[in-house]
């Protein structure tokens, strides 16, 4: 499974992966997912807001257990961060039914939408859309680089764009859900474990910035005429590293946009996008004020993301389960975060990155710890499919 998908929206130079969401790329994955899914019989169906979902044995007569994740991927990411839960899945599934297990409960596997969030700048689209959290209002306006908007997009992937919103048949059907998901950290290298159980997520969100100046000439301007948005948006990036190391939290300018871009124009506008997050809610939001009142940008919200602490119970019965496997909290957000805080019972399962490197070609899990955390959802799967 893993080599049937490795070369999809790969780029041959960097050797990372673009699988923007309804690109070609995502389109064939969300195909090798529906190829998957008839192979071992399982009956797939597919929500009002493109989420897939593969299950064995039917969720209308008693919600059911799920495992998956994602399929697509940030801009120039790395292989493993989403498809290691879809193909994870899959392959735990398999397990279960090598060893004869029968389920007391349905099982299914799913695959959700626009997880990262690259194409359209709002993280876990697909969860949103189906828990609520996101008006689809909003969700058909949002436009790529192109500026095509979601609506547009959802047409030419043969979608009615007016079916976006909160699924609740499809939310009555999981009744507990679990994302395996390699670690974007090394705790669990200074632990020495190849998987661990997720605590927590940080609260986390997004921002724009829009600095606004004029464009005008790069050789003709004098300095002393120029307003150039250039300067106040690097006096903020700056700023917020600063701002950051005092409030103990993280922010990350990774995404820019120039107008005109023209390596002889002064700009007209810089937009950049701000990525902050952190264990305490009130320190990342006192940045935000901060940089917000600094900056003299135009600052708006794209997307915000409270603490989610996962259903203690159920964290600690995997843990038990998979013999004493550490607990440990994560800084990047999740599927399984968005439906915890819609009342799923969630849980996640971390498999051992050994160099905490992630969103980047260099992303990478050795095939041991992959075949551990195989075995570990197998447990847990088992152990909740029971009763």
Known sequence: ??????????????????????SPADLELRQWFRQE????GLDLREDRNGNLWAWWGDPSDRPGVVTGSHLDSVRQGGAFDGPLGVVSAFAALDTLRAGGFEPARPLGVACFTDEEGARFGVPCMGSRLL????????????????GDSMAEVLRRAGRDPGELGRDEETLKHVGVFVELHVEQGQDLVHRDAPVGVAAAIWPHGRWRFDFRGQANHAGTTRL?????????FARTVLHARQAAERGGVVATFGRLRVSPNNANAIPGLVSAWLDARGGDEHAVRALVAELTEFSGAEVSAESWTPVVDFDEVLRERLSAVLGGAPVLPTGAGHDAGILASAGVPSAMVFVRNPTGISHSPDEHAEMSDCHA??????????????S
């Open 373 to 386: 955390g195989v075995a570990a959802l197998a447990t847990a799967l088992e152990e909740l499919c029971r």
């Open 131 to 146: 828990t609520g959290a996101l008006d689809p209002d909003r969700a058909r306006g949002l436009t790529d680089d192109g």
């Open 1 to 22: 499974m893993w080599g049937a998908i490795a070369h999809l929206g790969r780029d041959g130079r960097t050797r990372g992966y673009l699988r923007d969401a309804w």
């Open 37 to 40: 899914a008839a192979r071992r």
């Open 224 to 232: 002393e005429d120029r307003d150039d948005p250039m300067l106040p």
